[in-house]
Nanobody, 117 residues
């Protein structure tokens, strides 16, 4: 069973930074788009951003644009989410997944990010 594994979450103060990592437990998916999502307590899961296979093209939700940066290392088969200027509203469980045709699949268990003083 293929699954993506997220790591790097934790507690950080407002204005701080955190870097999340994501890698598949099986398979490479190097030709696919990978994406980051998050889910705040009591809310629906929302799109954060994505990176194309070439790693040269990214897209972000307006709420994180200019603060978050997605990158990927195809040699390590790993995607990263660098989060700067964190806000309390960035709190939630962060997930990654791979885009297969028009659907994101192989969701991981997520990693908790809490932004609080």
């Amino acid at each position: 069973q293929v699954q993506f594994v997220e790591s790097g979450g934790g507690l950080v103060q407002p204005g701080g930074s955190l870097t999340l990592s994501c890698a598949p437990s099986g398979g490479s998916f190097r030709l696919n788009t990978w994406g980051w999502f998050r889910q705040a307590p009591g809310k629906e899961r929302e799109f954060v951003g994505q990176i194309l296979t070439s790693a040269s093209s990214t897209a972000y939700a307006d709420s994180v644009k200019g603060r978050f940066t997605i990158s990927r290392d195809n040699a390590k088969n790993t995607m990263y989410l660098l989060m700067n200027s964190l806000r309390p509203e960035d709190t939630g469980v962060y997930y990654c997944a791979v885009r297969i045709f028009d659907e994101y699949k192989y969701w991981g268990q997520g990693t908790q990010v809490t932004v609080s003083s």
